[in-house]
């Protein structure tokens, strides 16, 4: 563990400070159906009310857990665990669900809907990897956060959009600086460099690779 006081800072504040920042990705990207156009189909249609209600619980506890484990707050952070486990678990099926439906719709899957197909599954896979982890909080942490940064690119193109931004040119910006912050993060506090945030990077990139982005 550095010492520092960089490493001190950084470890104390790091994972609130990313955790704060997916959440307002999170509002930023429901803005319209929370604030400026709820009058919108789907607002009324209850498939996606209970996708965006269990994906606004993810992307709150994400910001929310860490606050807890940096104020000592064990036993509340081990009580929203439960939810957010049943939060991610779904998302995951509502998400399945819209990606079916999608599927039956065009008569096949491709593009960023393949994509986020992918991403799902993998977000499945760390948290429960995760959990299977919790009594080492540095894994614990990191694949929460890796399986959070895999499944944004629906909001923070939304987000981008909503901002009078290219999704296009800003998603990978922002995947990009998310996986750097988490390798940095984990070189400044623990001394050294970590497998996980190279391996979603690398992961990411793969995916990204071998499916091209076009019509969904």
């Given at each position: 563990m550095n010492n520092s006081g960089l490493g001190k800072?950084?470890?104390e504040?790091?994972?609130p400070a990313i955790g704060a920042f997916l959440f307002l990705t999170a509002i930023v990207g429901f803005s319209d159906n929370l604030f400026t156009d709820v009058g919108q189909p789907s607002n009324s249609d209850p498939k996606f009310i209970?996708?965006?209600i269990f994906a606004?619980?993810?992307f709150t506890l994400i910001a929310v857990q860490p606050f807890l484990i940096s104020r000592g707050e064990i036993s509340a952070h081990r009580t929203l665990g439960v939810i957010g486990a049943v939060a991610a678990a779904g998302l995951v099926l509502t998400t399945a669900y819209l990606q079916t439906l999608h599927y039956l719709r065009n008569d096949g899957i491709s593009g960023l809907a393949l994509i986020n197909s992918i991403m799902i599954?993998?977000?499945a896979g760390c948290v429960v990897a995760a959990i299977a982890n919790r009594h080492r909080p540095q894994t614990h942490k990191n694949l929460m956060m890796i399986g959070s940064f895999l499944v944004l690119e629906p909001l923070a193109s939304r987000a981008a959009g909503h901002l009078?931004?290219?999704p296009v040119a800003i998603v990978p910006l922002i995947w990009l600086a998310l996986f750097v912050s988490l390798a940095v993060?984990?070189?400044v506090v623990l001394g050294r460099f970590t497998i996980l945030p190279f391996a979603g990077f690398a992961f990411l990139?793969?995916?990204l690779v071998l499916v091209p982005i076009g019509p969904g």
């Open positions: 800072v950084t470890s504040y790091y994972y209970i996708h965006g606004l619980a993810w599954a993998a977000f009078g931004l290219s993060r984990d070189r990139i793969l995916v």
